[in-house]
C-alpha cells in the first residue's frame, strides 16, 4: 500500500467557496484545476465581473432590487432549456444548478427575457436550494460554468478519501500491514489462543495499535 502523507503539500484556497485543500489531495484526485468542494476553478481569477457592466435585458425590462448581473450575487446556473411548443401546449422551462452548492434544483419557469448567456426569471418564481439551502433572490441567472463538476461525483471523491485506512486510536494514516511471517510466527508461538491477534491487519506507526 502506497503511503498516504497528509500536510506535505501546498495549501491551495479557492477563491470561490474559501475551502482550503493540500496540493496533495488535489493531485491524488486528479482535480488540481477544479474544487472539491464548490467545483470551481482554482486556476485563480482569470475573469473579471467588470465585463457585465454594460449588460441589460432591455429598456422595457425592470429588474428587482436583488437582480443582478454580478458573478458573486448569481444563485442559480442554468444548463438546458426546454423551448415551448409552437402549439403552447408545454410552456418551456430551463434546468438549473444552484450557484452556490452545485447541486442539481431542478426546472425554473421558462425566462422571461435572454442577453446572451443571461436568463431573466419570471420576478414571481420564488425557491431555495434543497441541499444547501440558498435562497433564490436574484432572478438572472447565468450559464453554468464550463469547469462545474457534478456534486455527487466530488462526493463520492470526498467519500474515498474518508475511507483511506486510518488507525481507530489516533486518526493517524501512518499504518502499515501486518506482514505474513509475523503472523504465522504468532500461530506458531501462541497457537489457538493467537487467533485474535492474527485476525489483526493493520498496525499504526504513530501509536503502535493494531486493527
Ligand atoms: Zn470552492
Ligand atoms: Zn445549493
Ligand atoms: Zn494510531
Known sequence: MESWCRGMGRTI?????????????????????????????????TETS??????????DIELGENDSFDEDKIDCWWYEIDEPSADKATRGRVHTN?????????????????TGDYLLIDSRWDDKCGHCGNEFNNHIISKRPADWVDPRQREMWVKDYKNIPKCPICSSTKIH???????????????????????????????????
Open 13 to 45: 484556497l479557492c477563491q470561490h467557496c474559501k475551502s482550503t485543500f493540500d496540493e496533495d489531495i488535489l493531485k491524488k484526485k486528479n482535480s488540481m484545476d477544479v474544487c472539491l468542494v464548490c467545483g470551481g476553478s482554482l486556476l485563480g481569477d
Open 50 to 59: 467588470s465585463h457585465n457592466e454594460n449588460l441589460s435585458f432591455g429598456e
Open 98 to 114: 444552484c450557484a452556490k452548492c452545485g447541486h442539481f434544483i431542478g426546472s425554473m419557469p421558462y425566462p422571461i427575457a435572454r
Open 177 to 211: 500491514k501486518i506482514s505474513m511471517t509475523n503472523k504465522a510466527a504468532s500461530i506458531v508461538t501462541f497457537g489457538i489462543f493467537a487467533a485474535g491477534h492474527v485476525s489483526k491487519t493493520y498496525k499504526c506507526d504513530v501509536c503502535g495499535s493494531k486493527f
